[in-house]
Nanobody, 120 residues
Framework: VQLQASGGGLVQAGGSLRLSCAAS????????MRWYRQASGKERELVAS???????NYVNSVKGRFTISRDNAKNTVYLQMNSLKPEDTAVYYC???????????????WGQGTQVTVSS
């Protein structure tokens, strides 16, 4: 199982980016998918999460600006980021809890990270 993140880049403050994270491989089920970010010199923080049923949660600093969604048919989670601020600059990582077979508990997988840079 692999997670491939994409969509990062350089954008001016107030702009938008859409991150994608696609899972590949074989599995029984994918449960909660999450986006984290890690700014230089800071700890990694949870940005948003979405369950398999579509329930979402966000860190307060991105509420109203970011939207997490998933396409279960494409095994992909998205993070639509609007009204970006310089403080959103970070490497963004996706994480998924994937159950490989019905007999195994879920395993955590991480994507490779994608850089988001917001200029002022």
């Amino acid at each position: 199982v692999q997670l491939q993140a994409s969509g990062g880049g350089l954008v001016q403050a107030g702009g938008s980016l859409r991150l994608s994270c696609a899972a590949s491989g074989t599995w029984f089920s994918i449960s909660t998918m999450r986006w984290y970010r890690q700014a230089s010199g800071k700890e990694r923080e949870l940005v948003a999460s979405i369950t398999s049923a579509g329930s979402t949660n966000y860190v307060n600093s991105v509420k109203g600006r970011f939207t997490i969604s998933r396409d279960n048919a494409k095994n992909t989670v998205y993070l639509q980021m609007n009204s970006l601020k310089p403080e959103d600059t970070a490497v963004y990582y996706c994480k998924a809890e994937i159950q490989r077979t019905i007999l195994n508990p879920p395993t955590v997988y991480w994507g490779q990270g994608t850089q988001v840079t917001v200029s002022s």
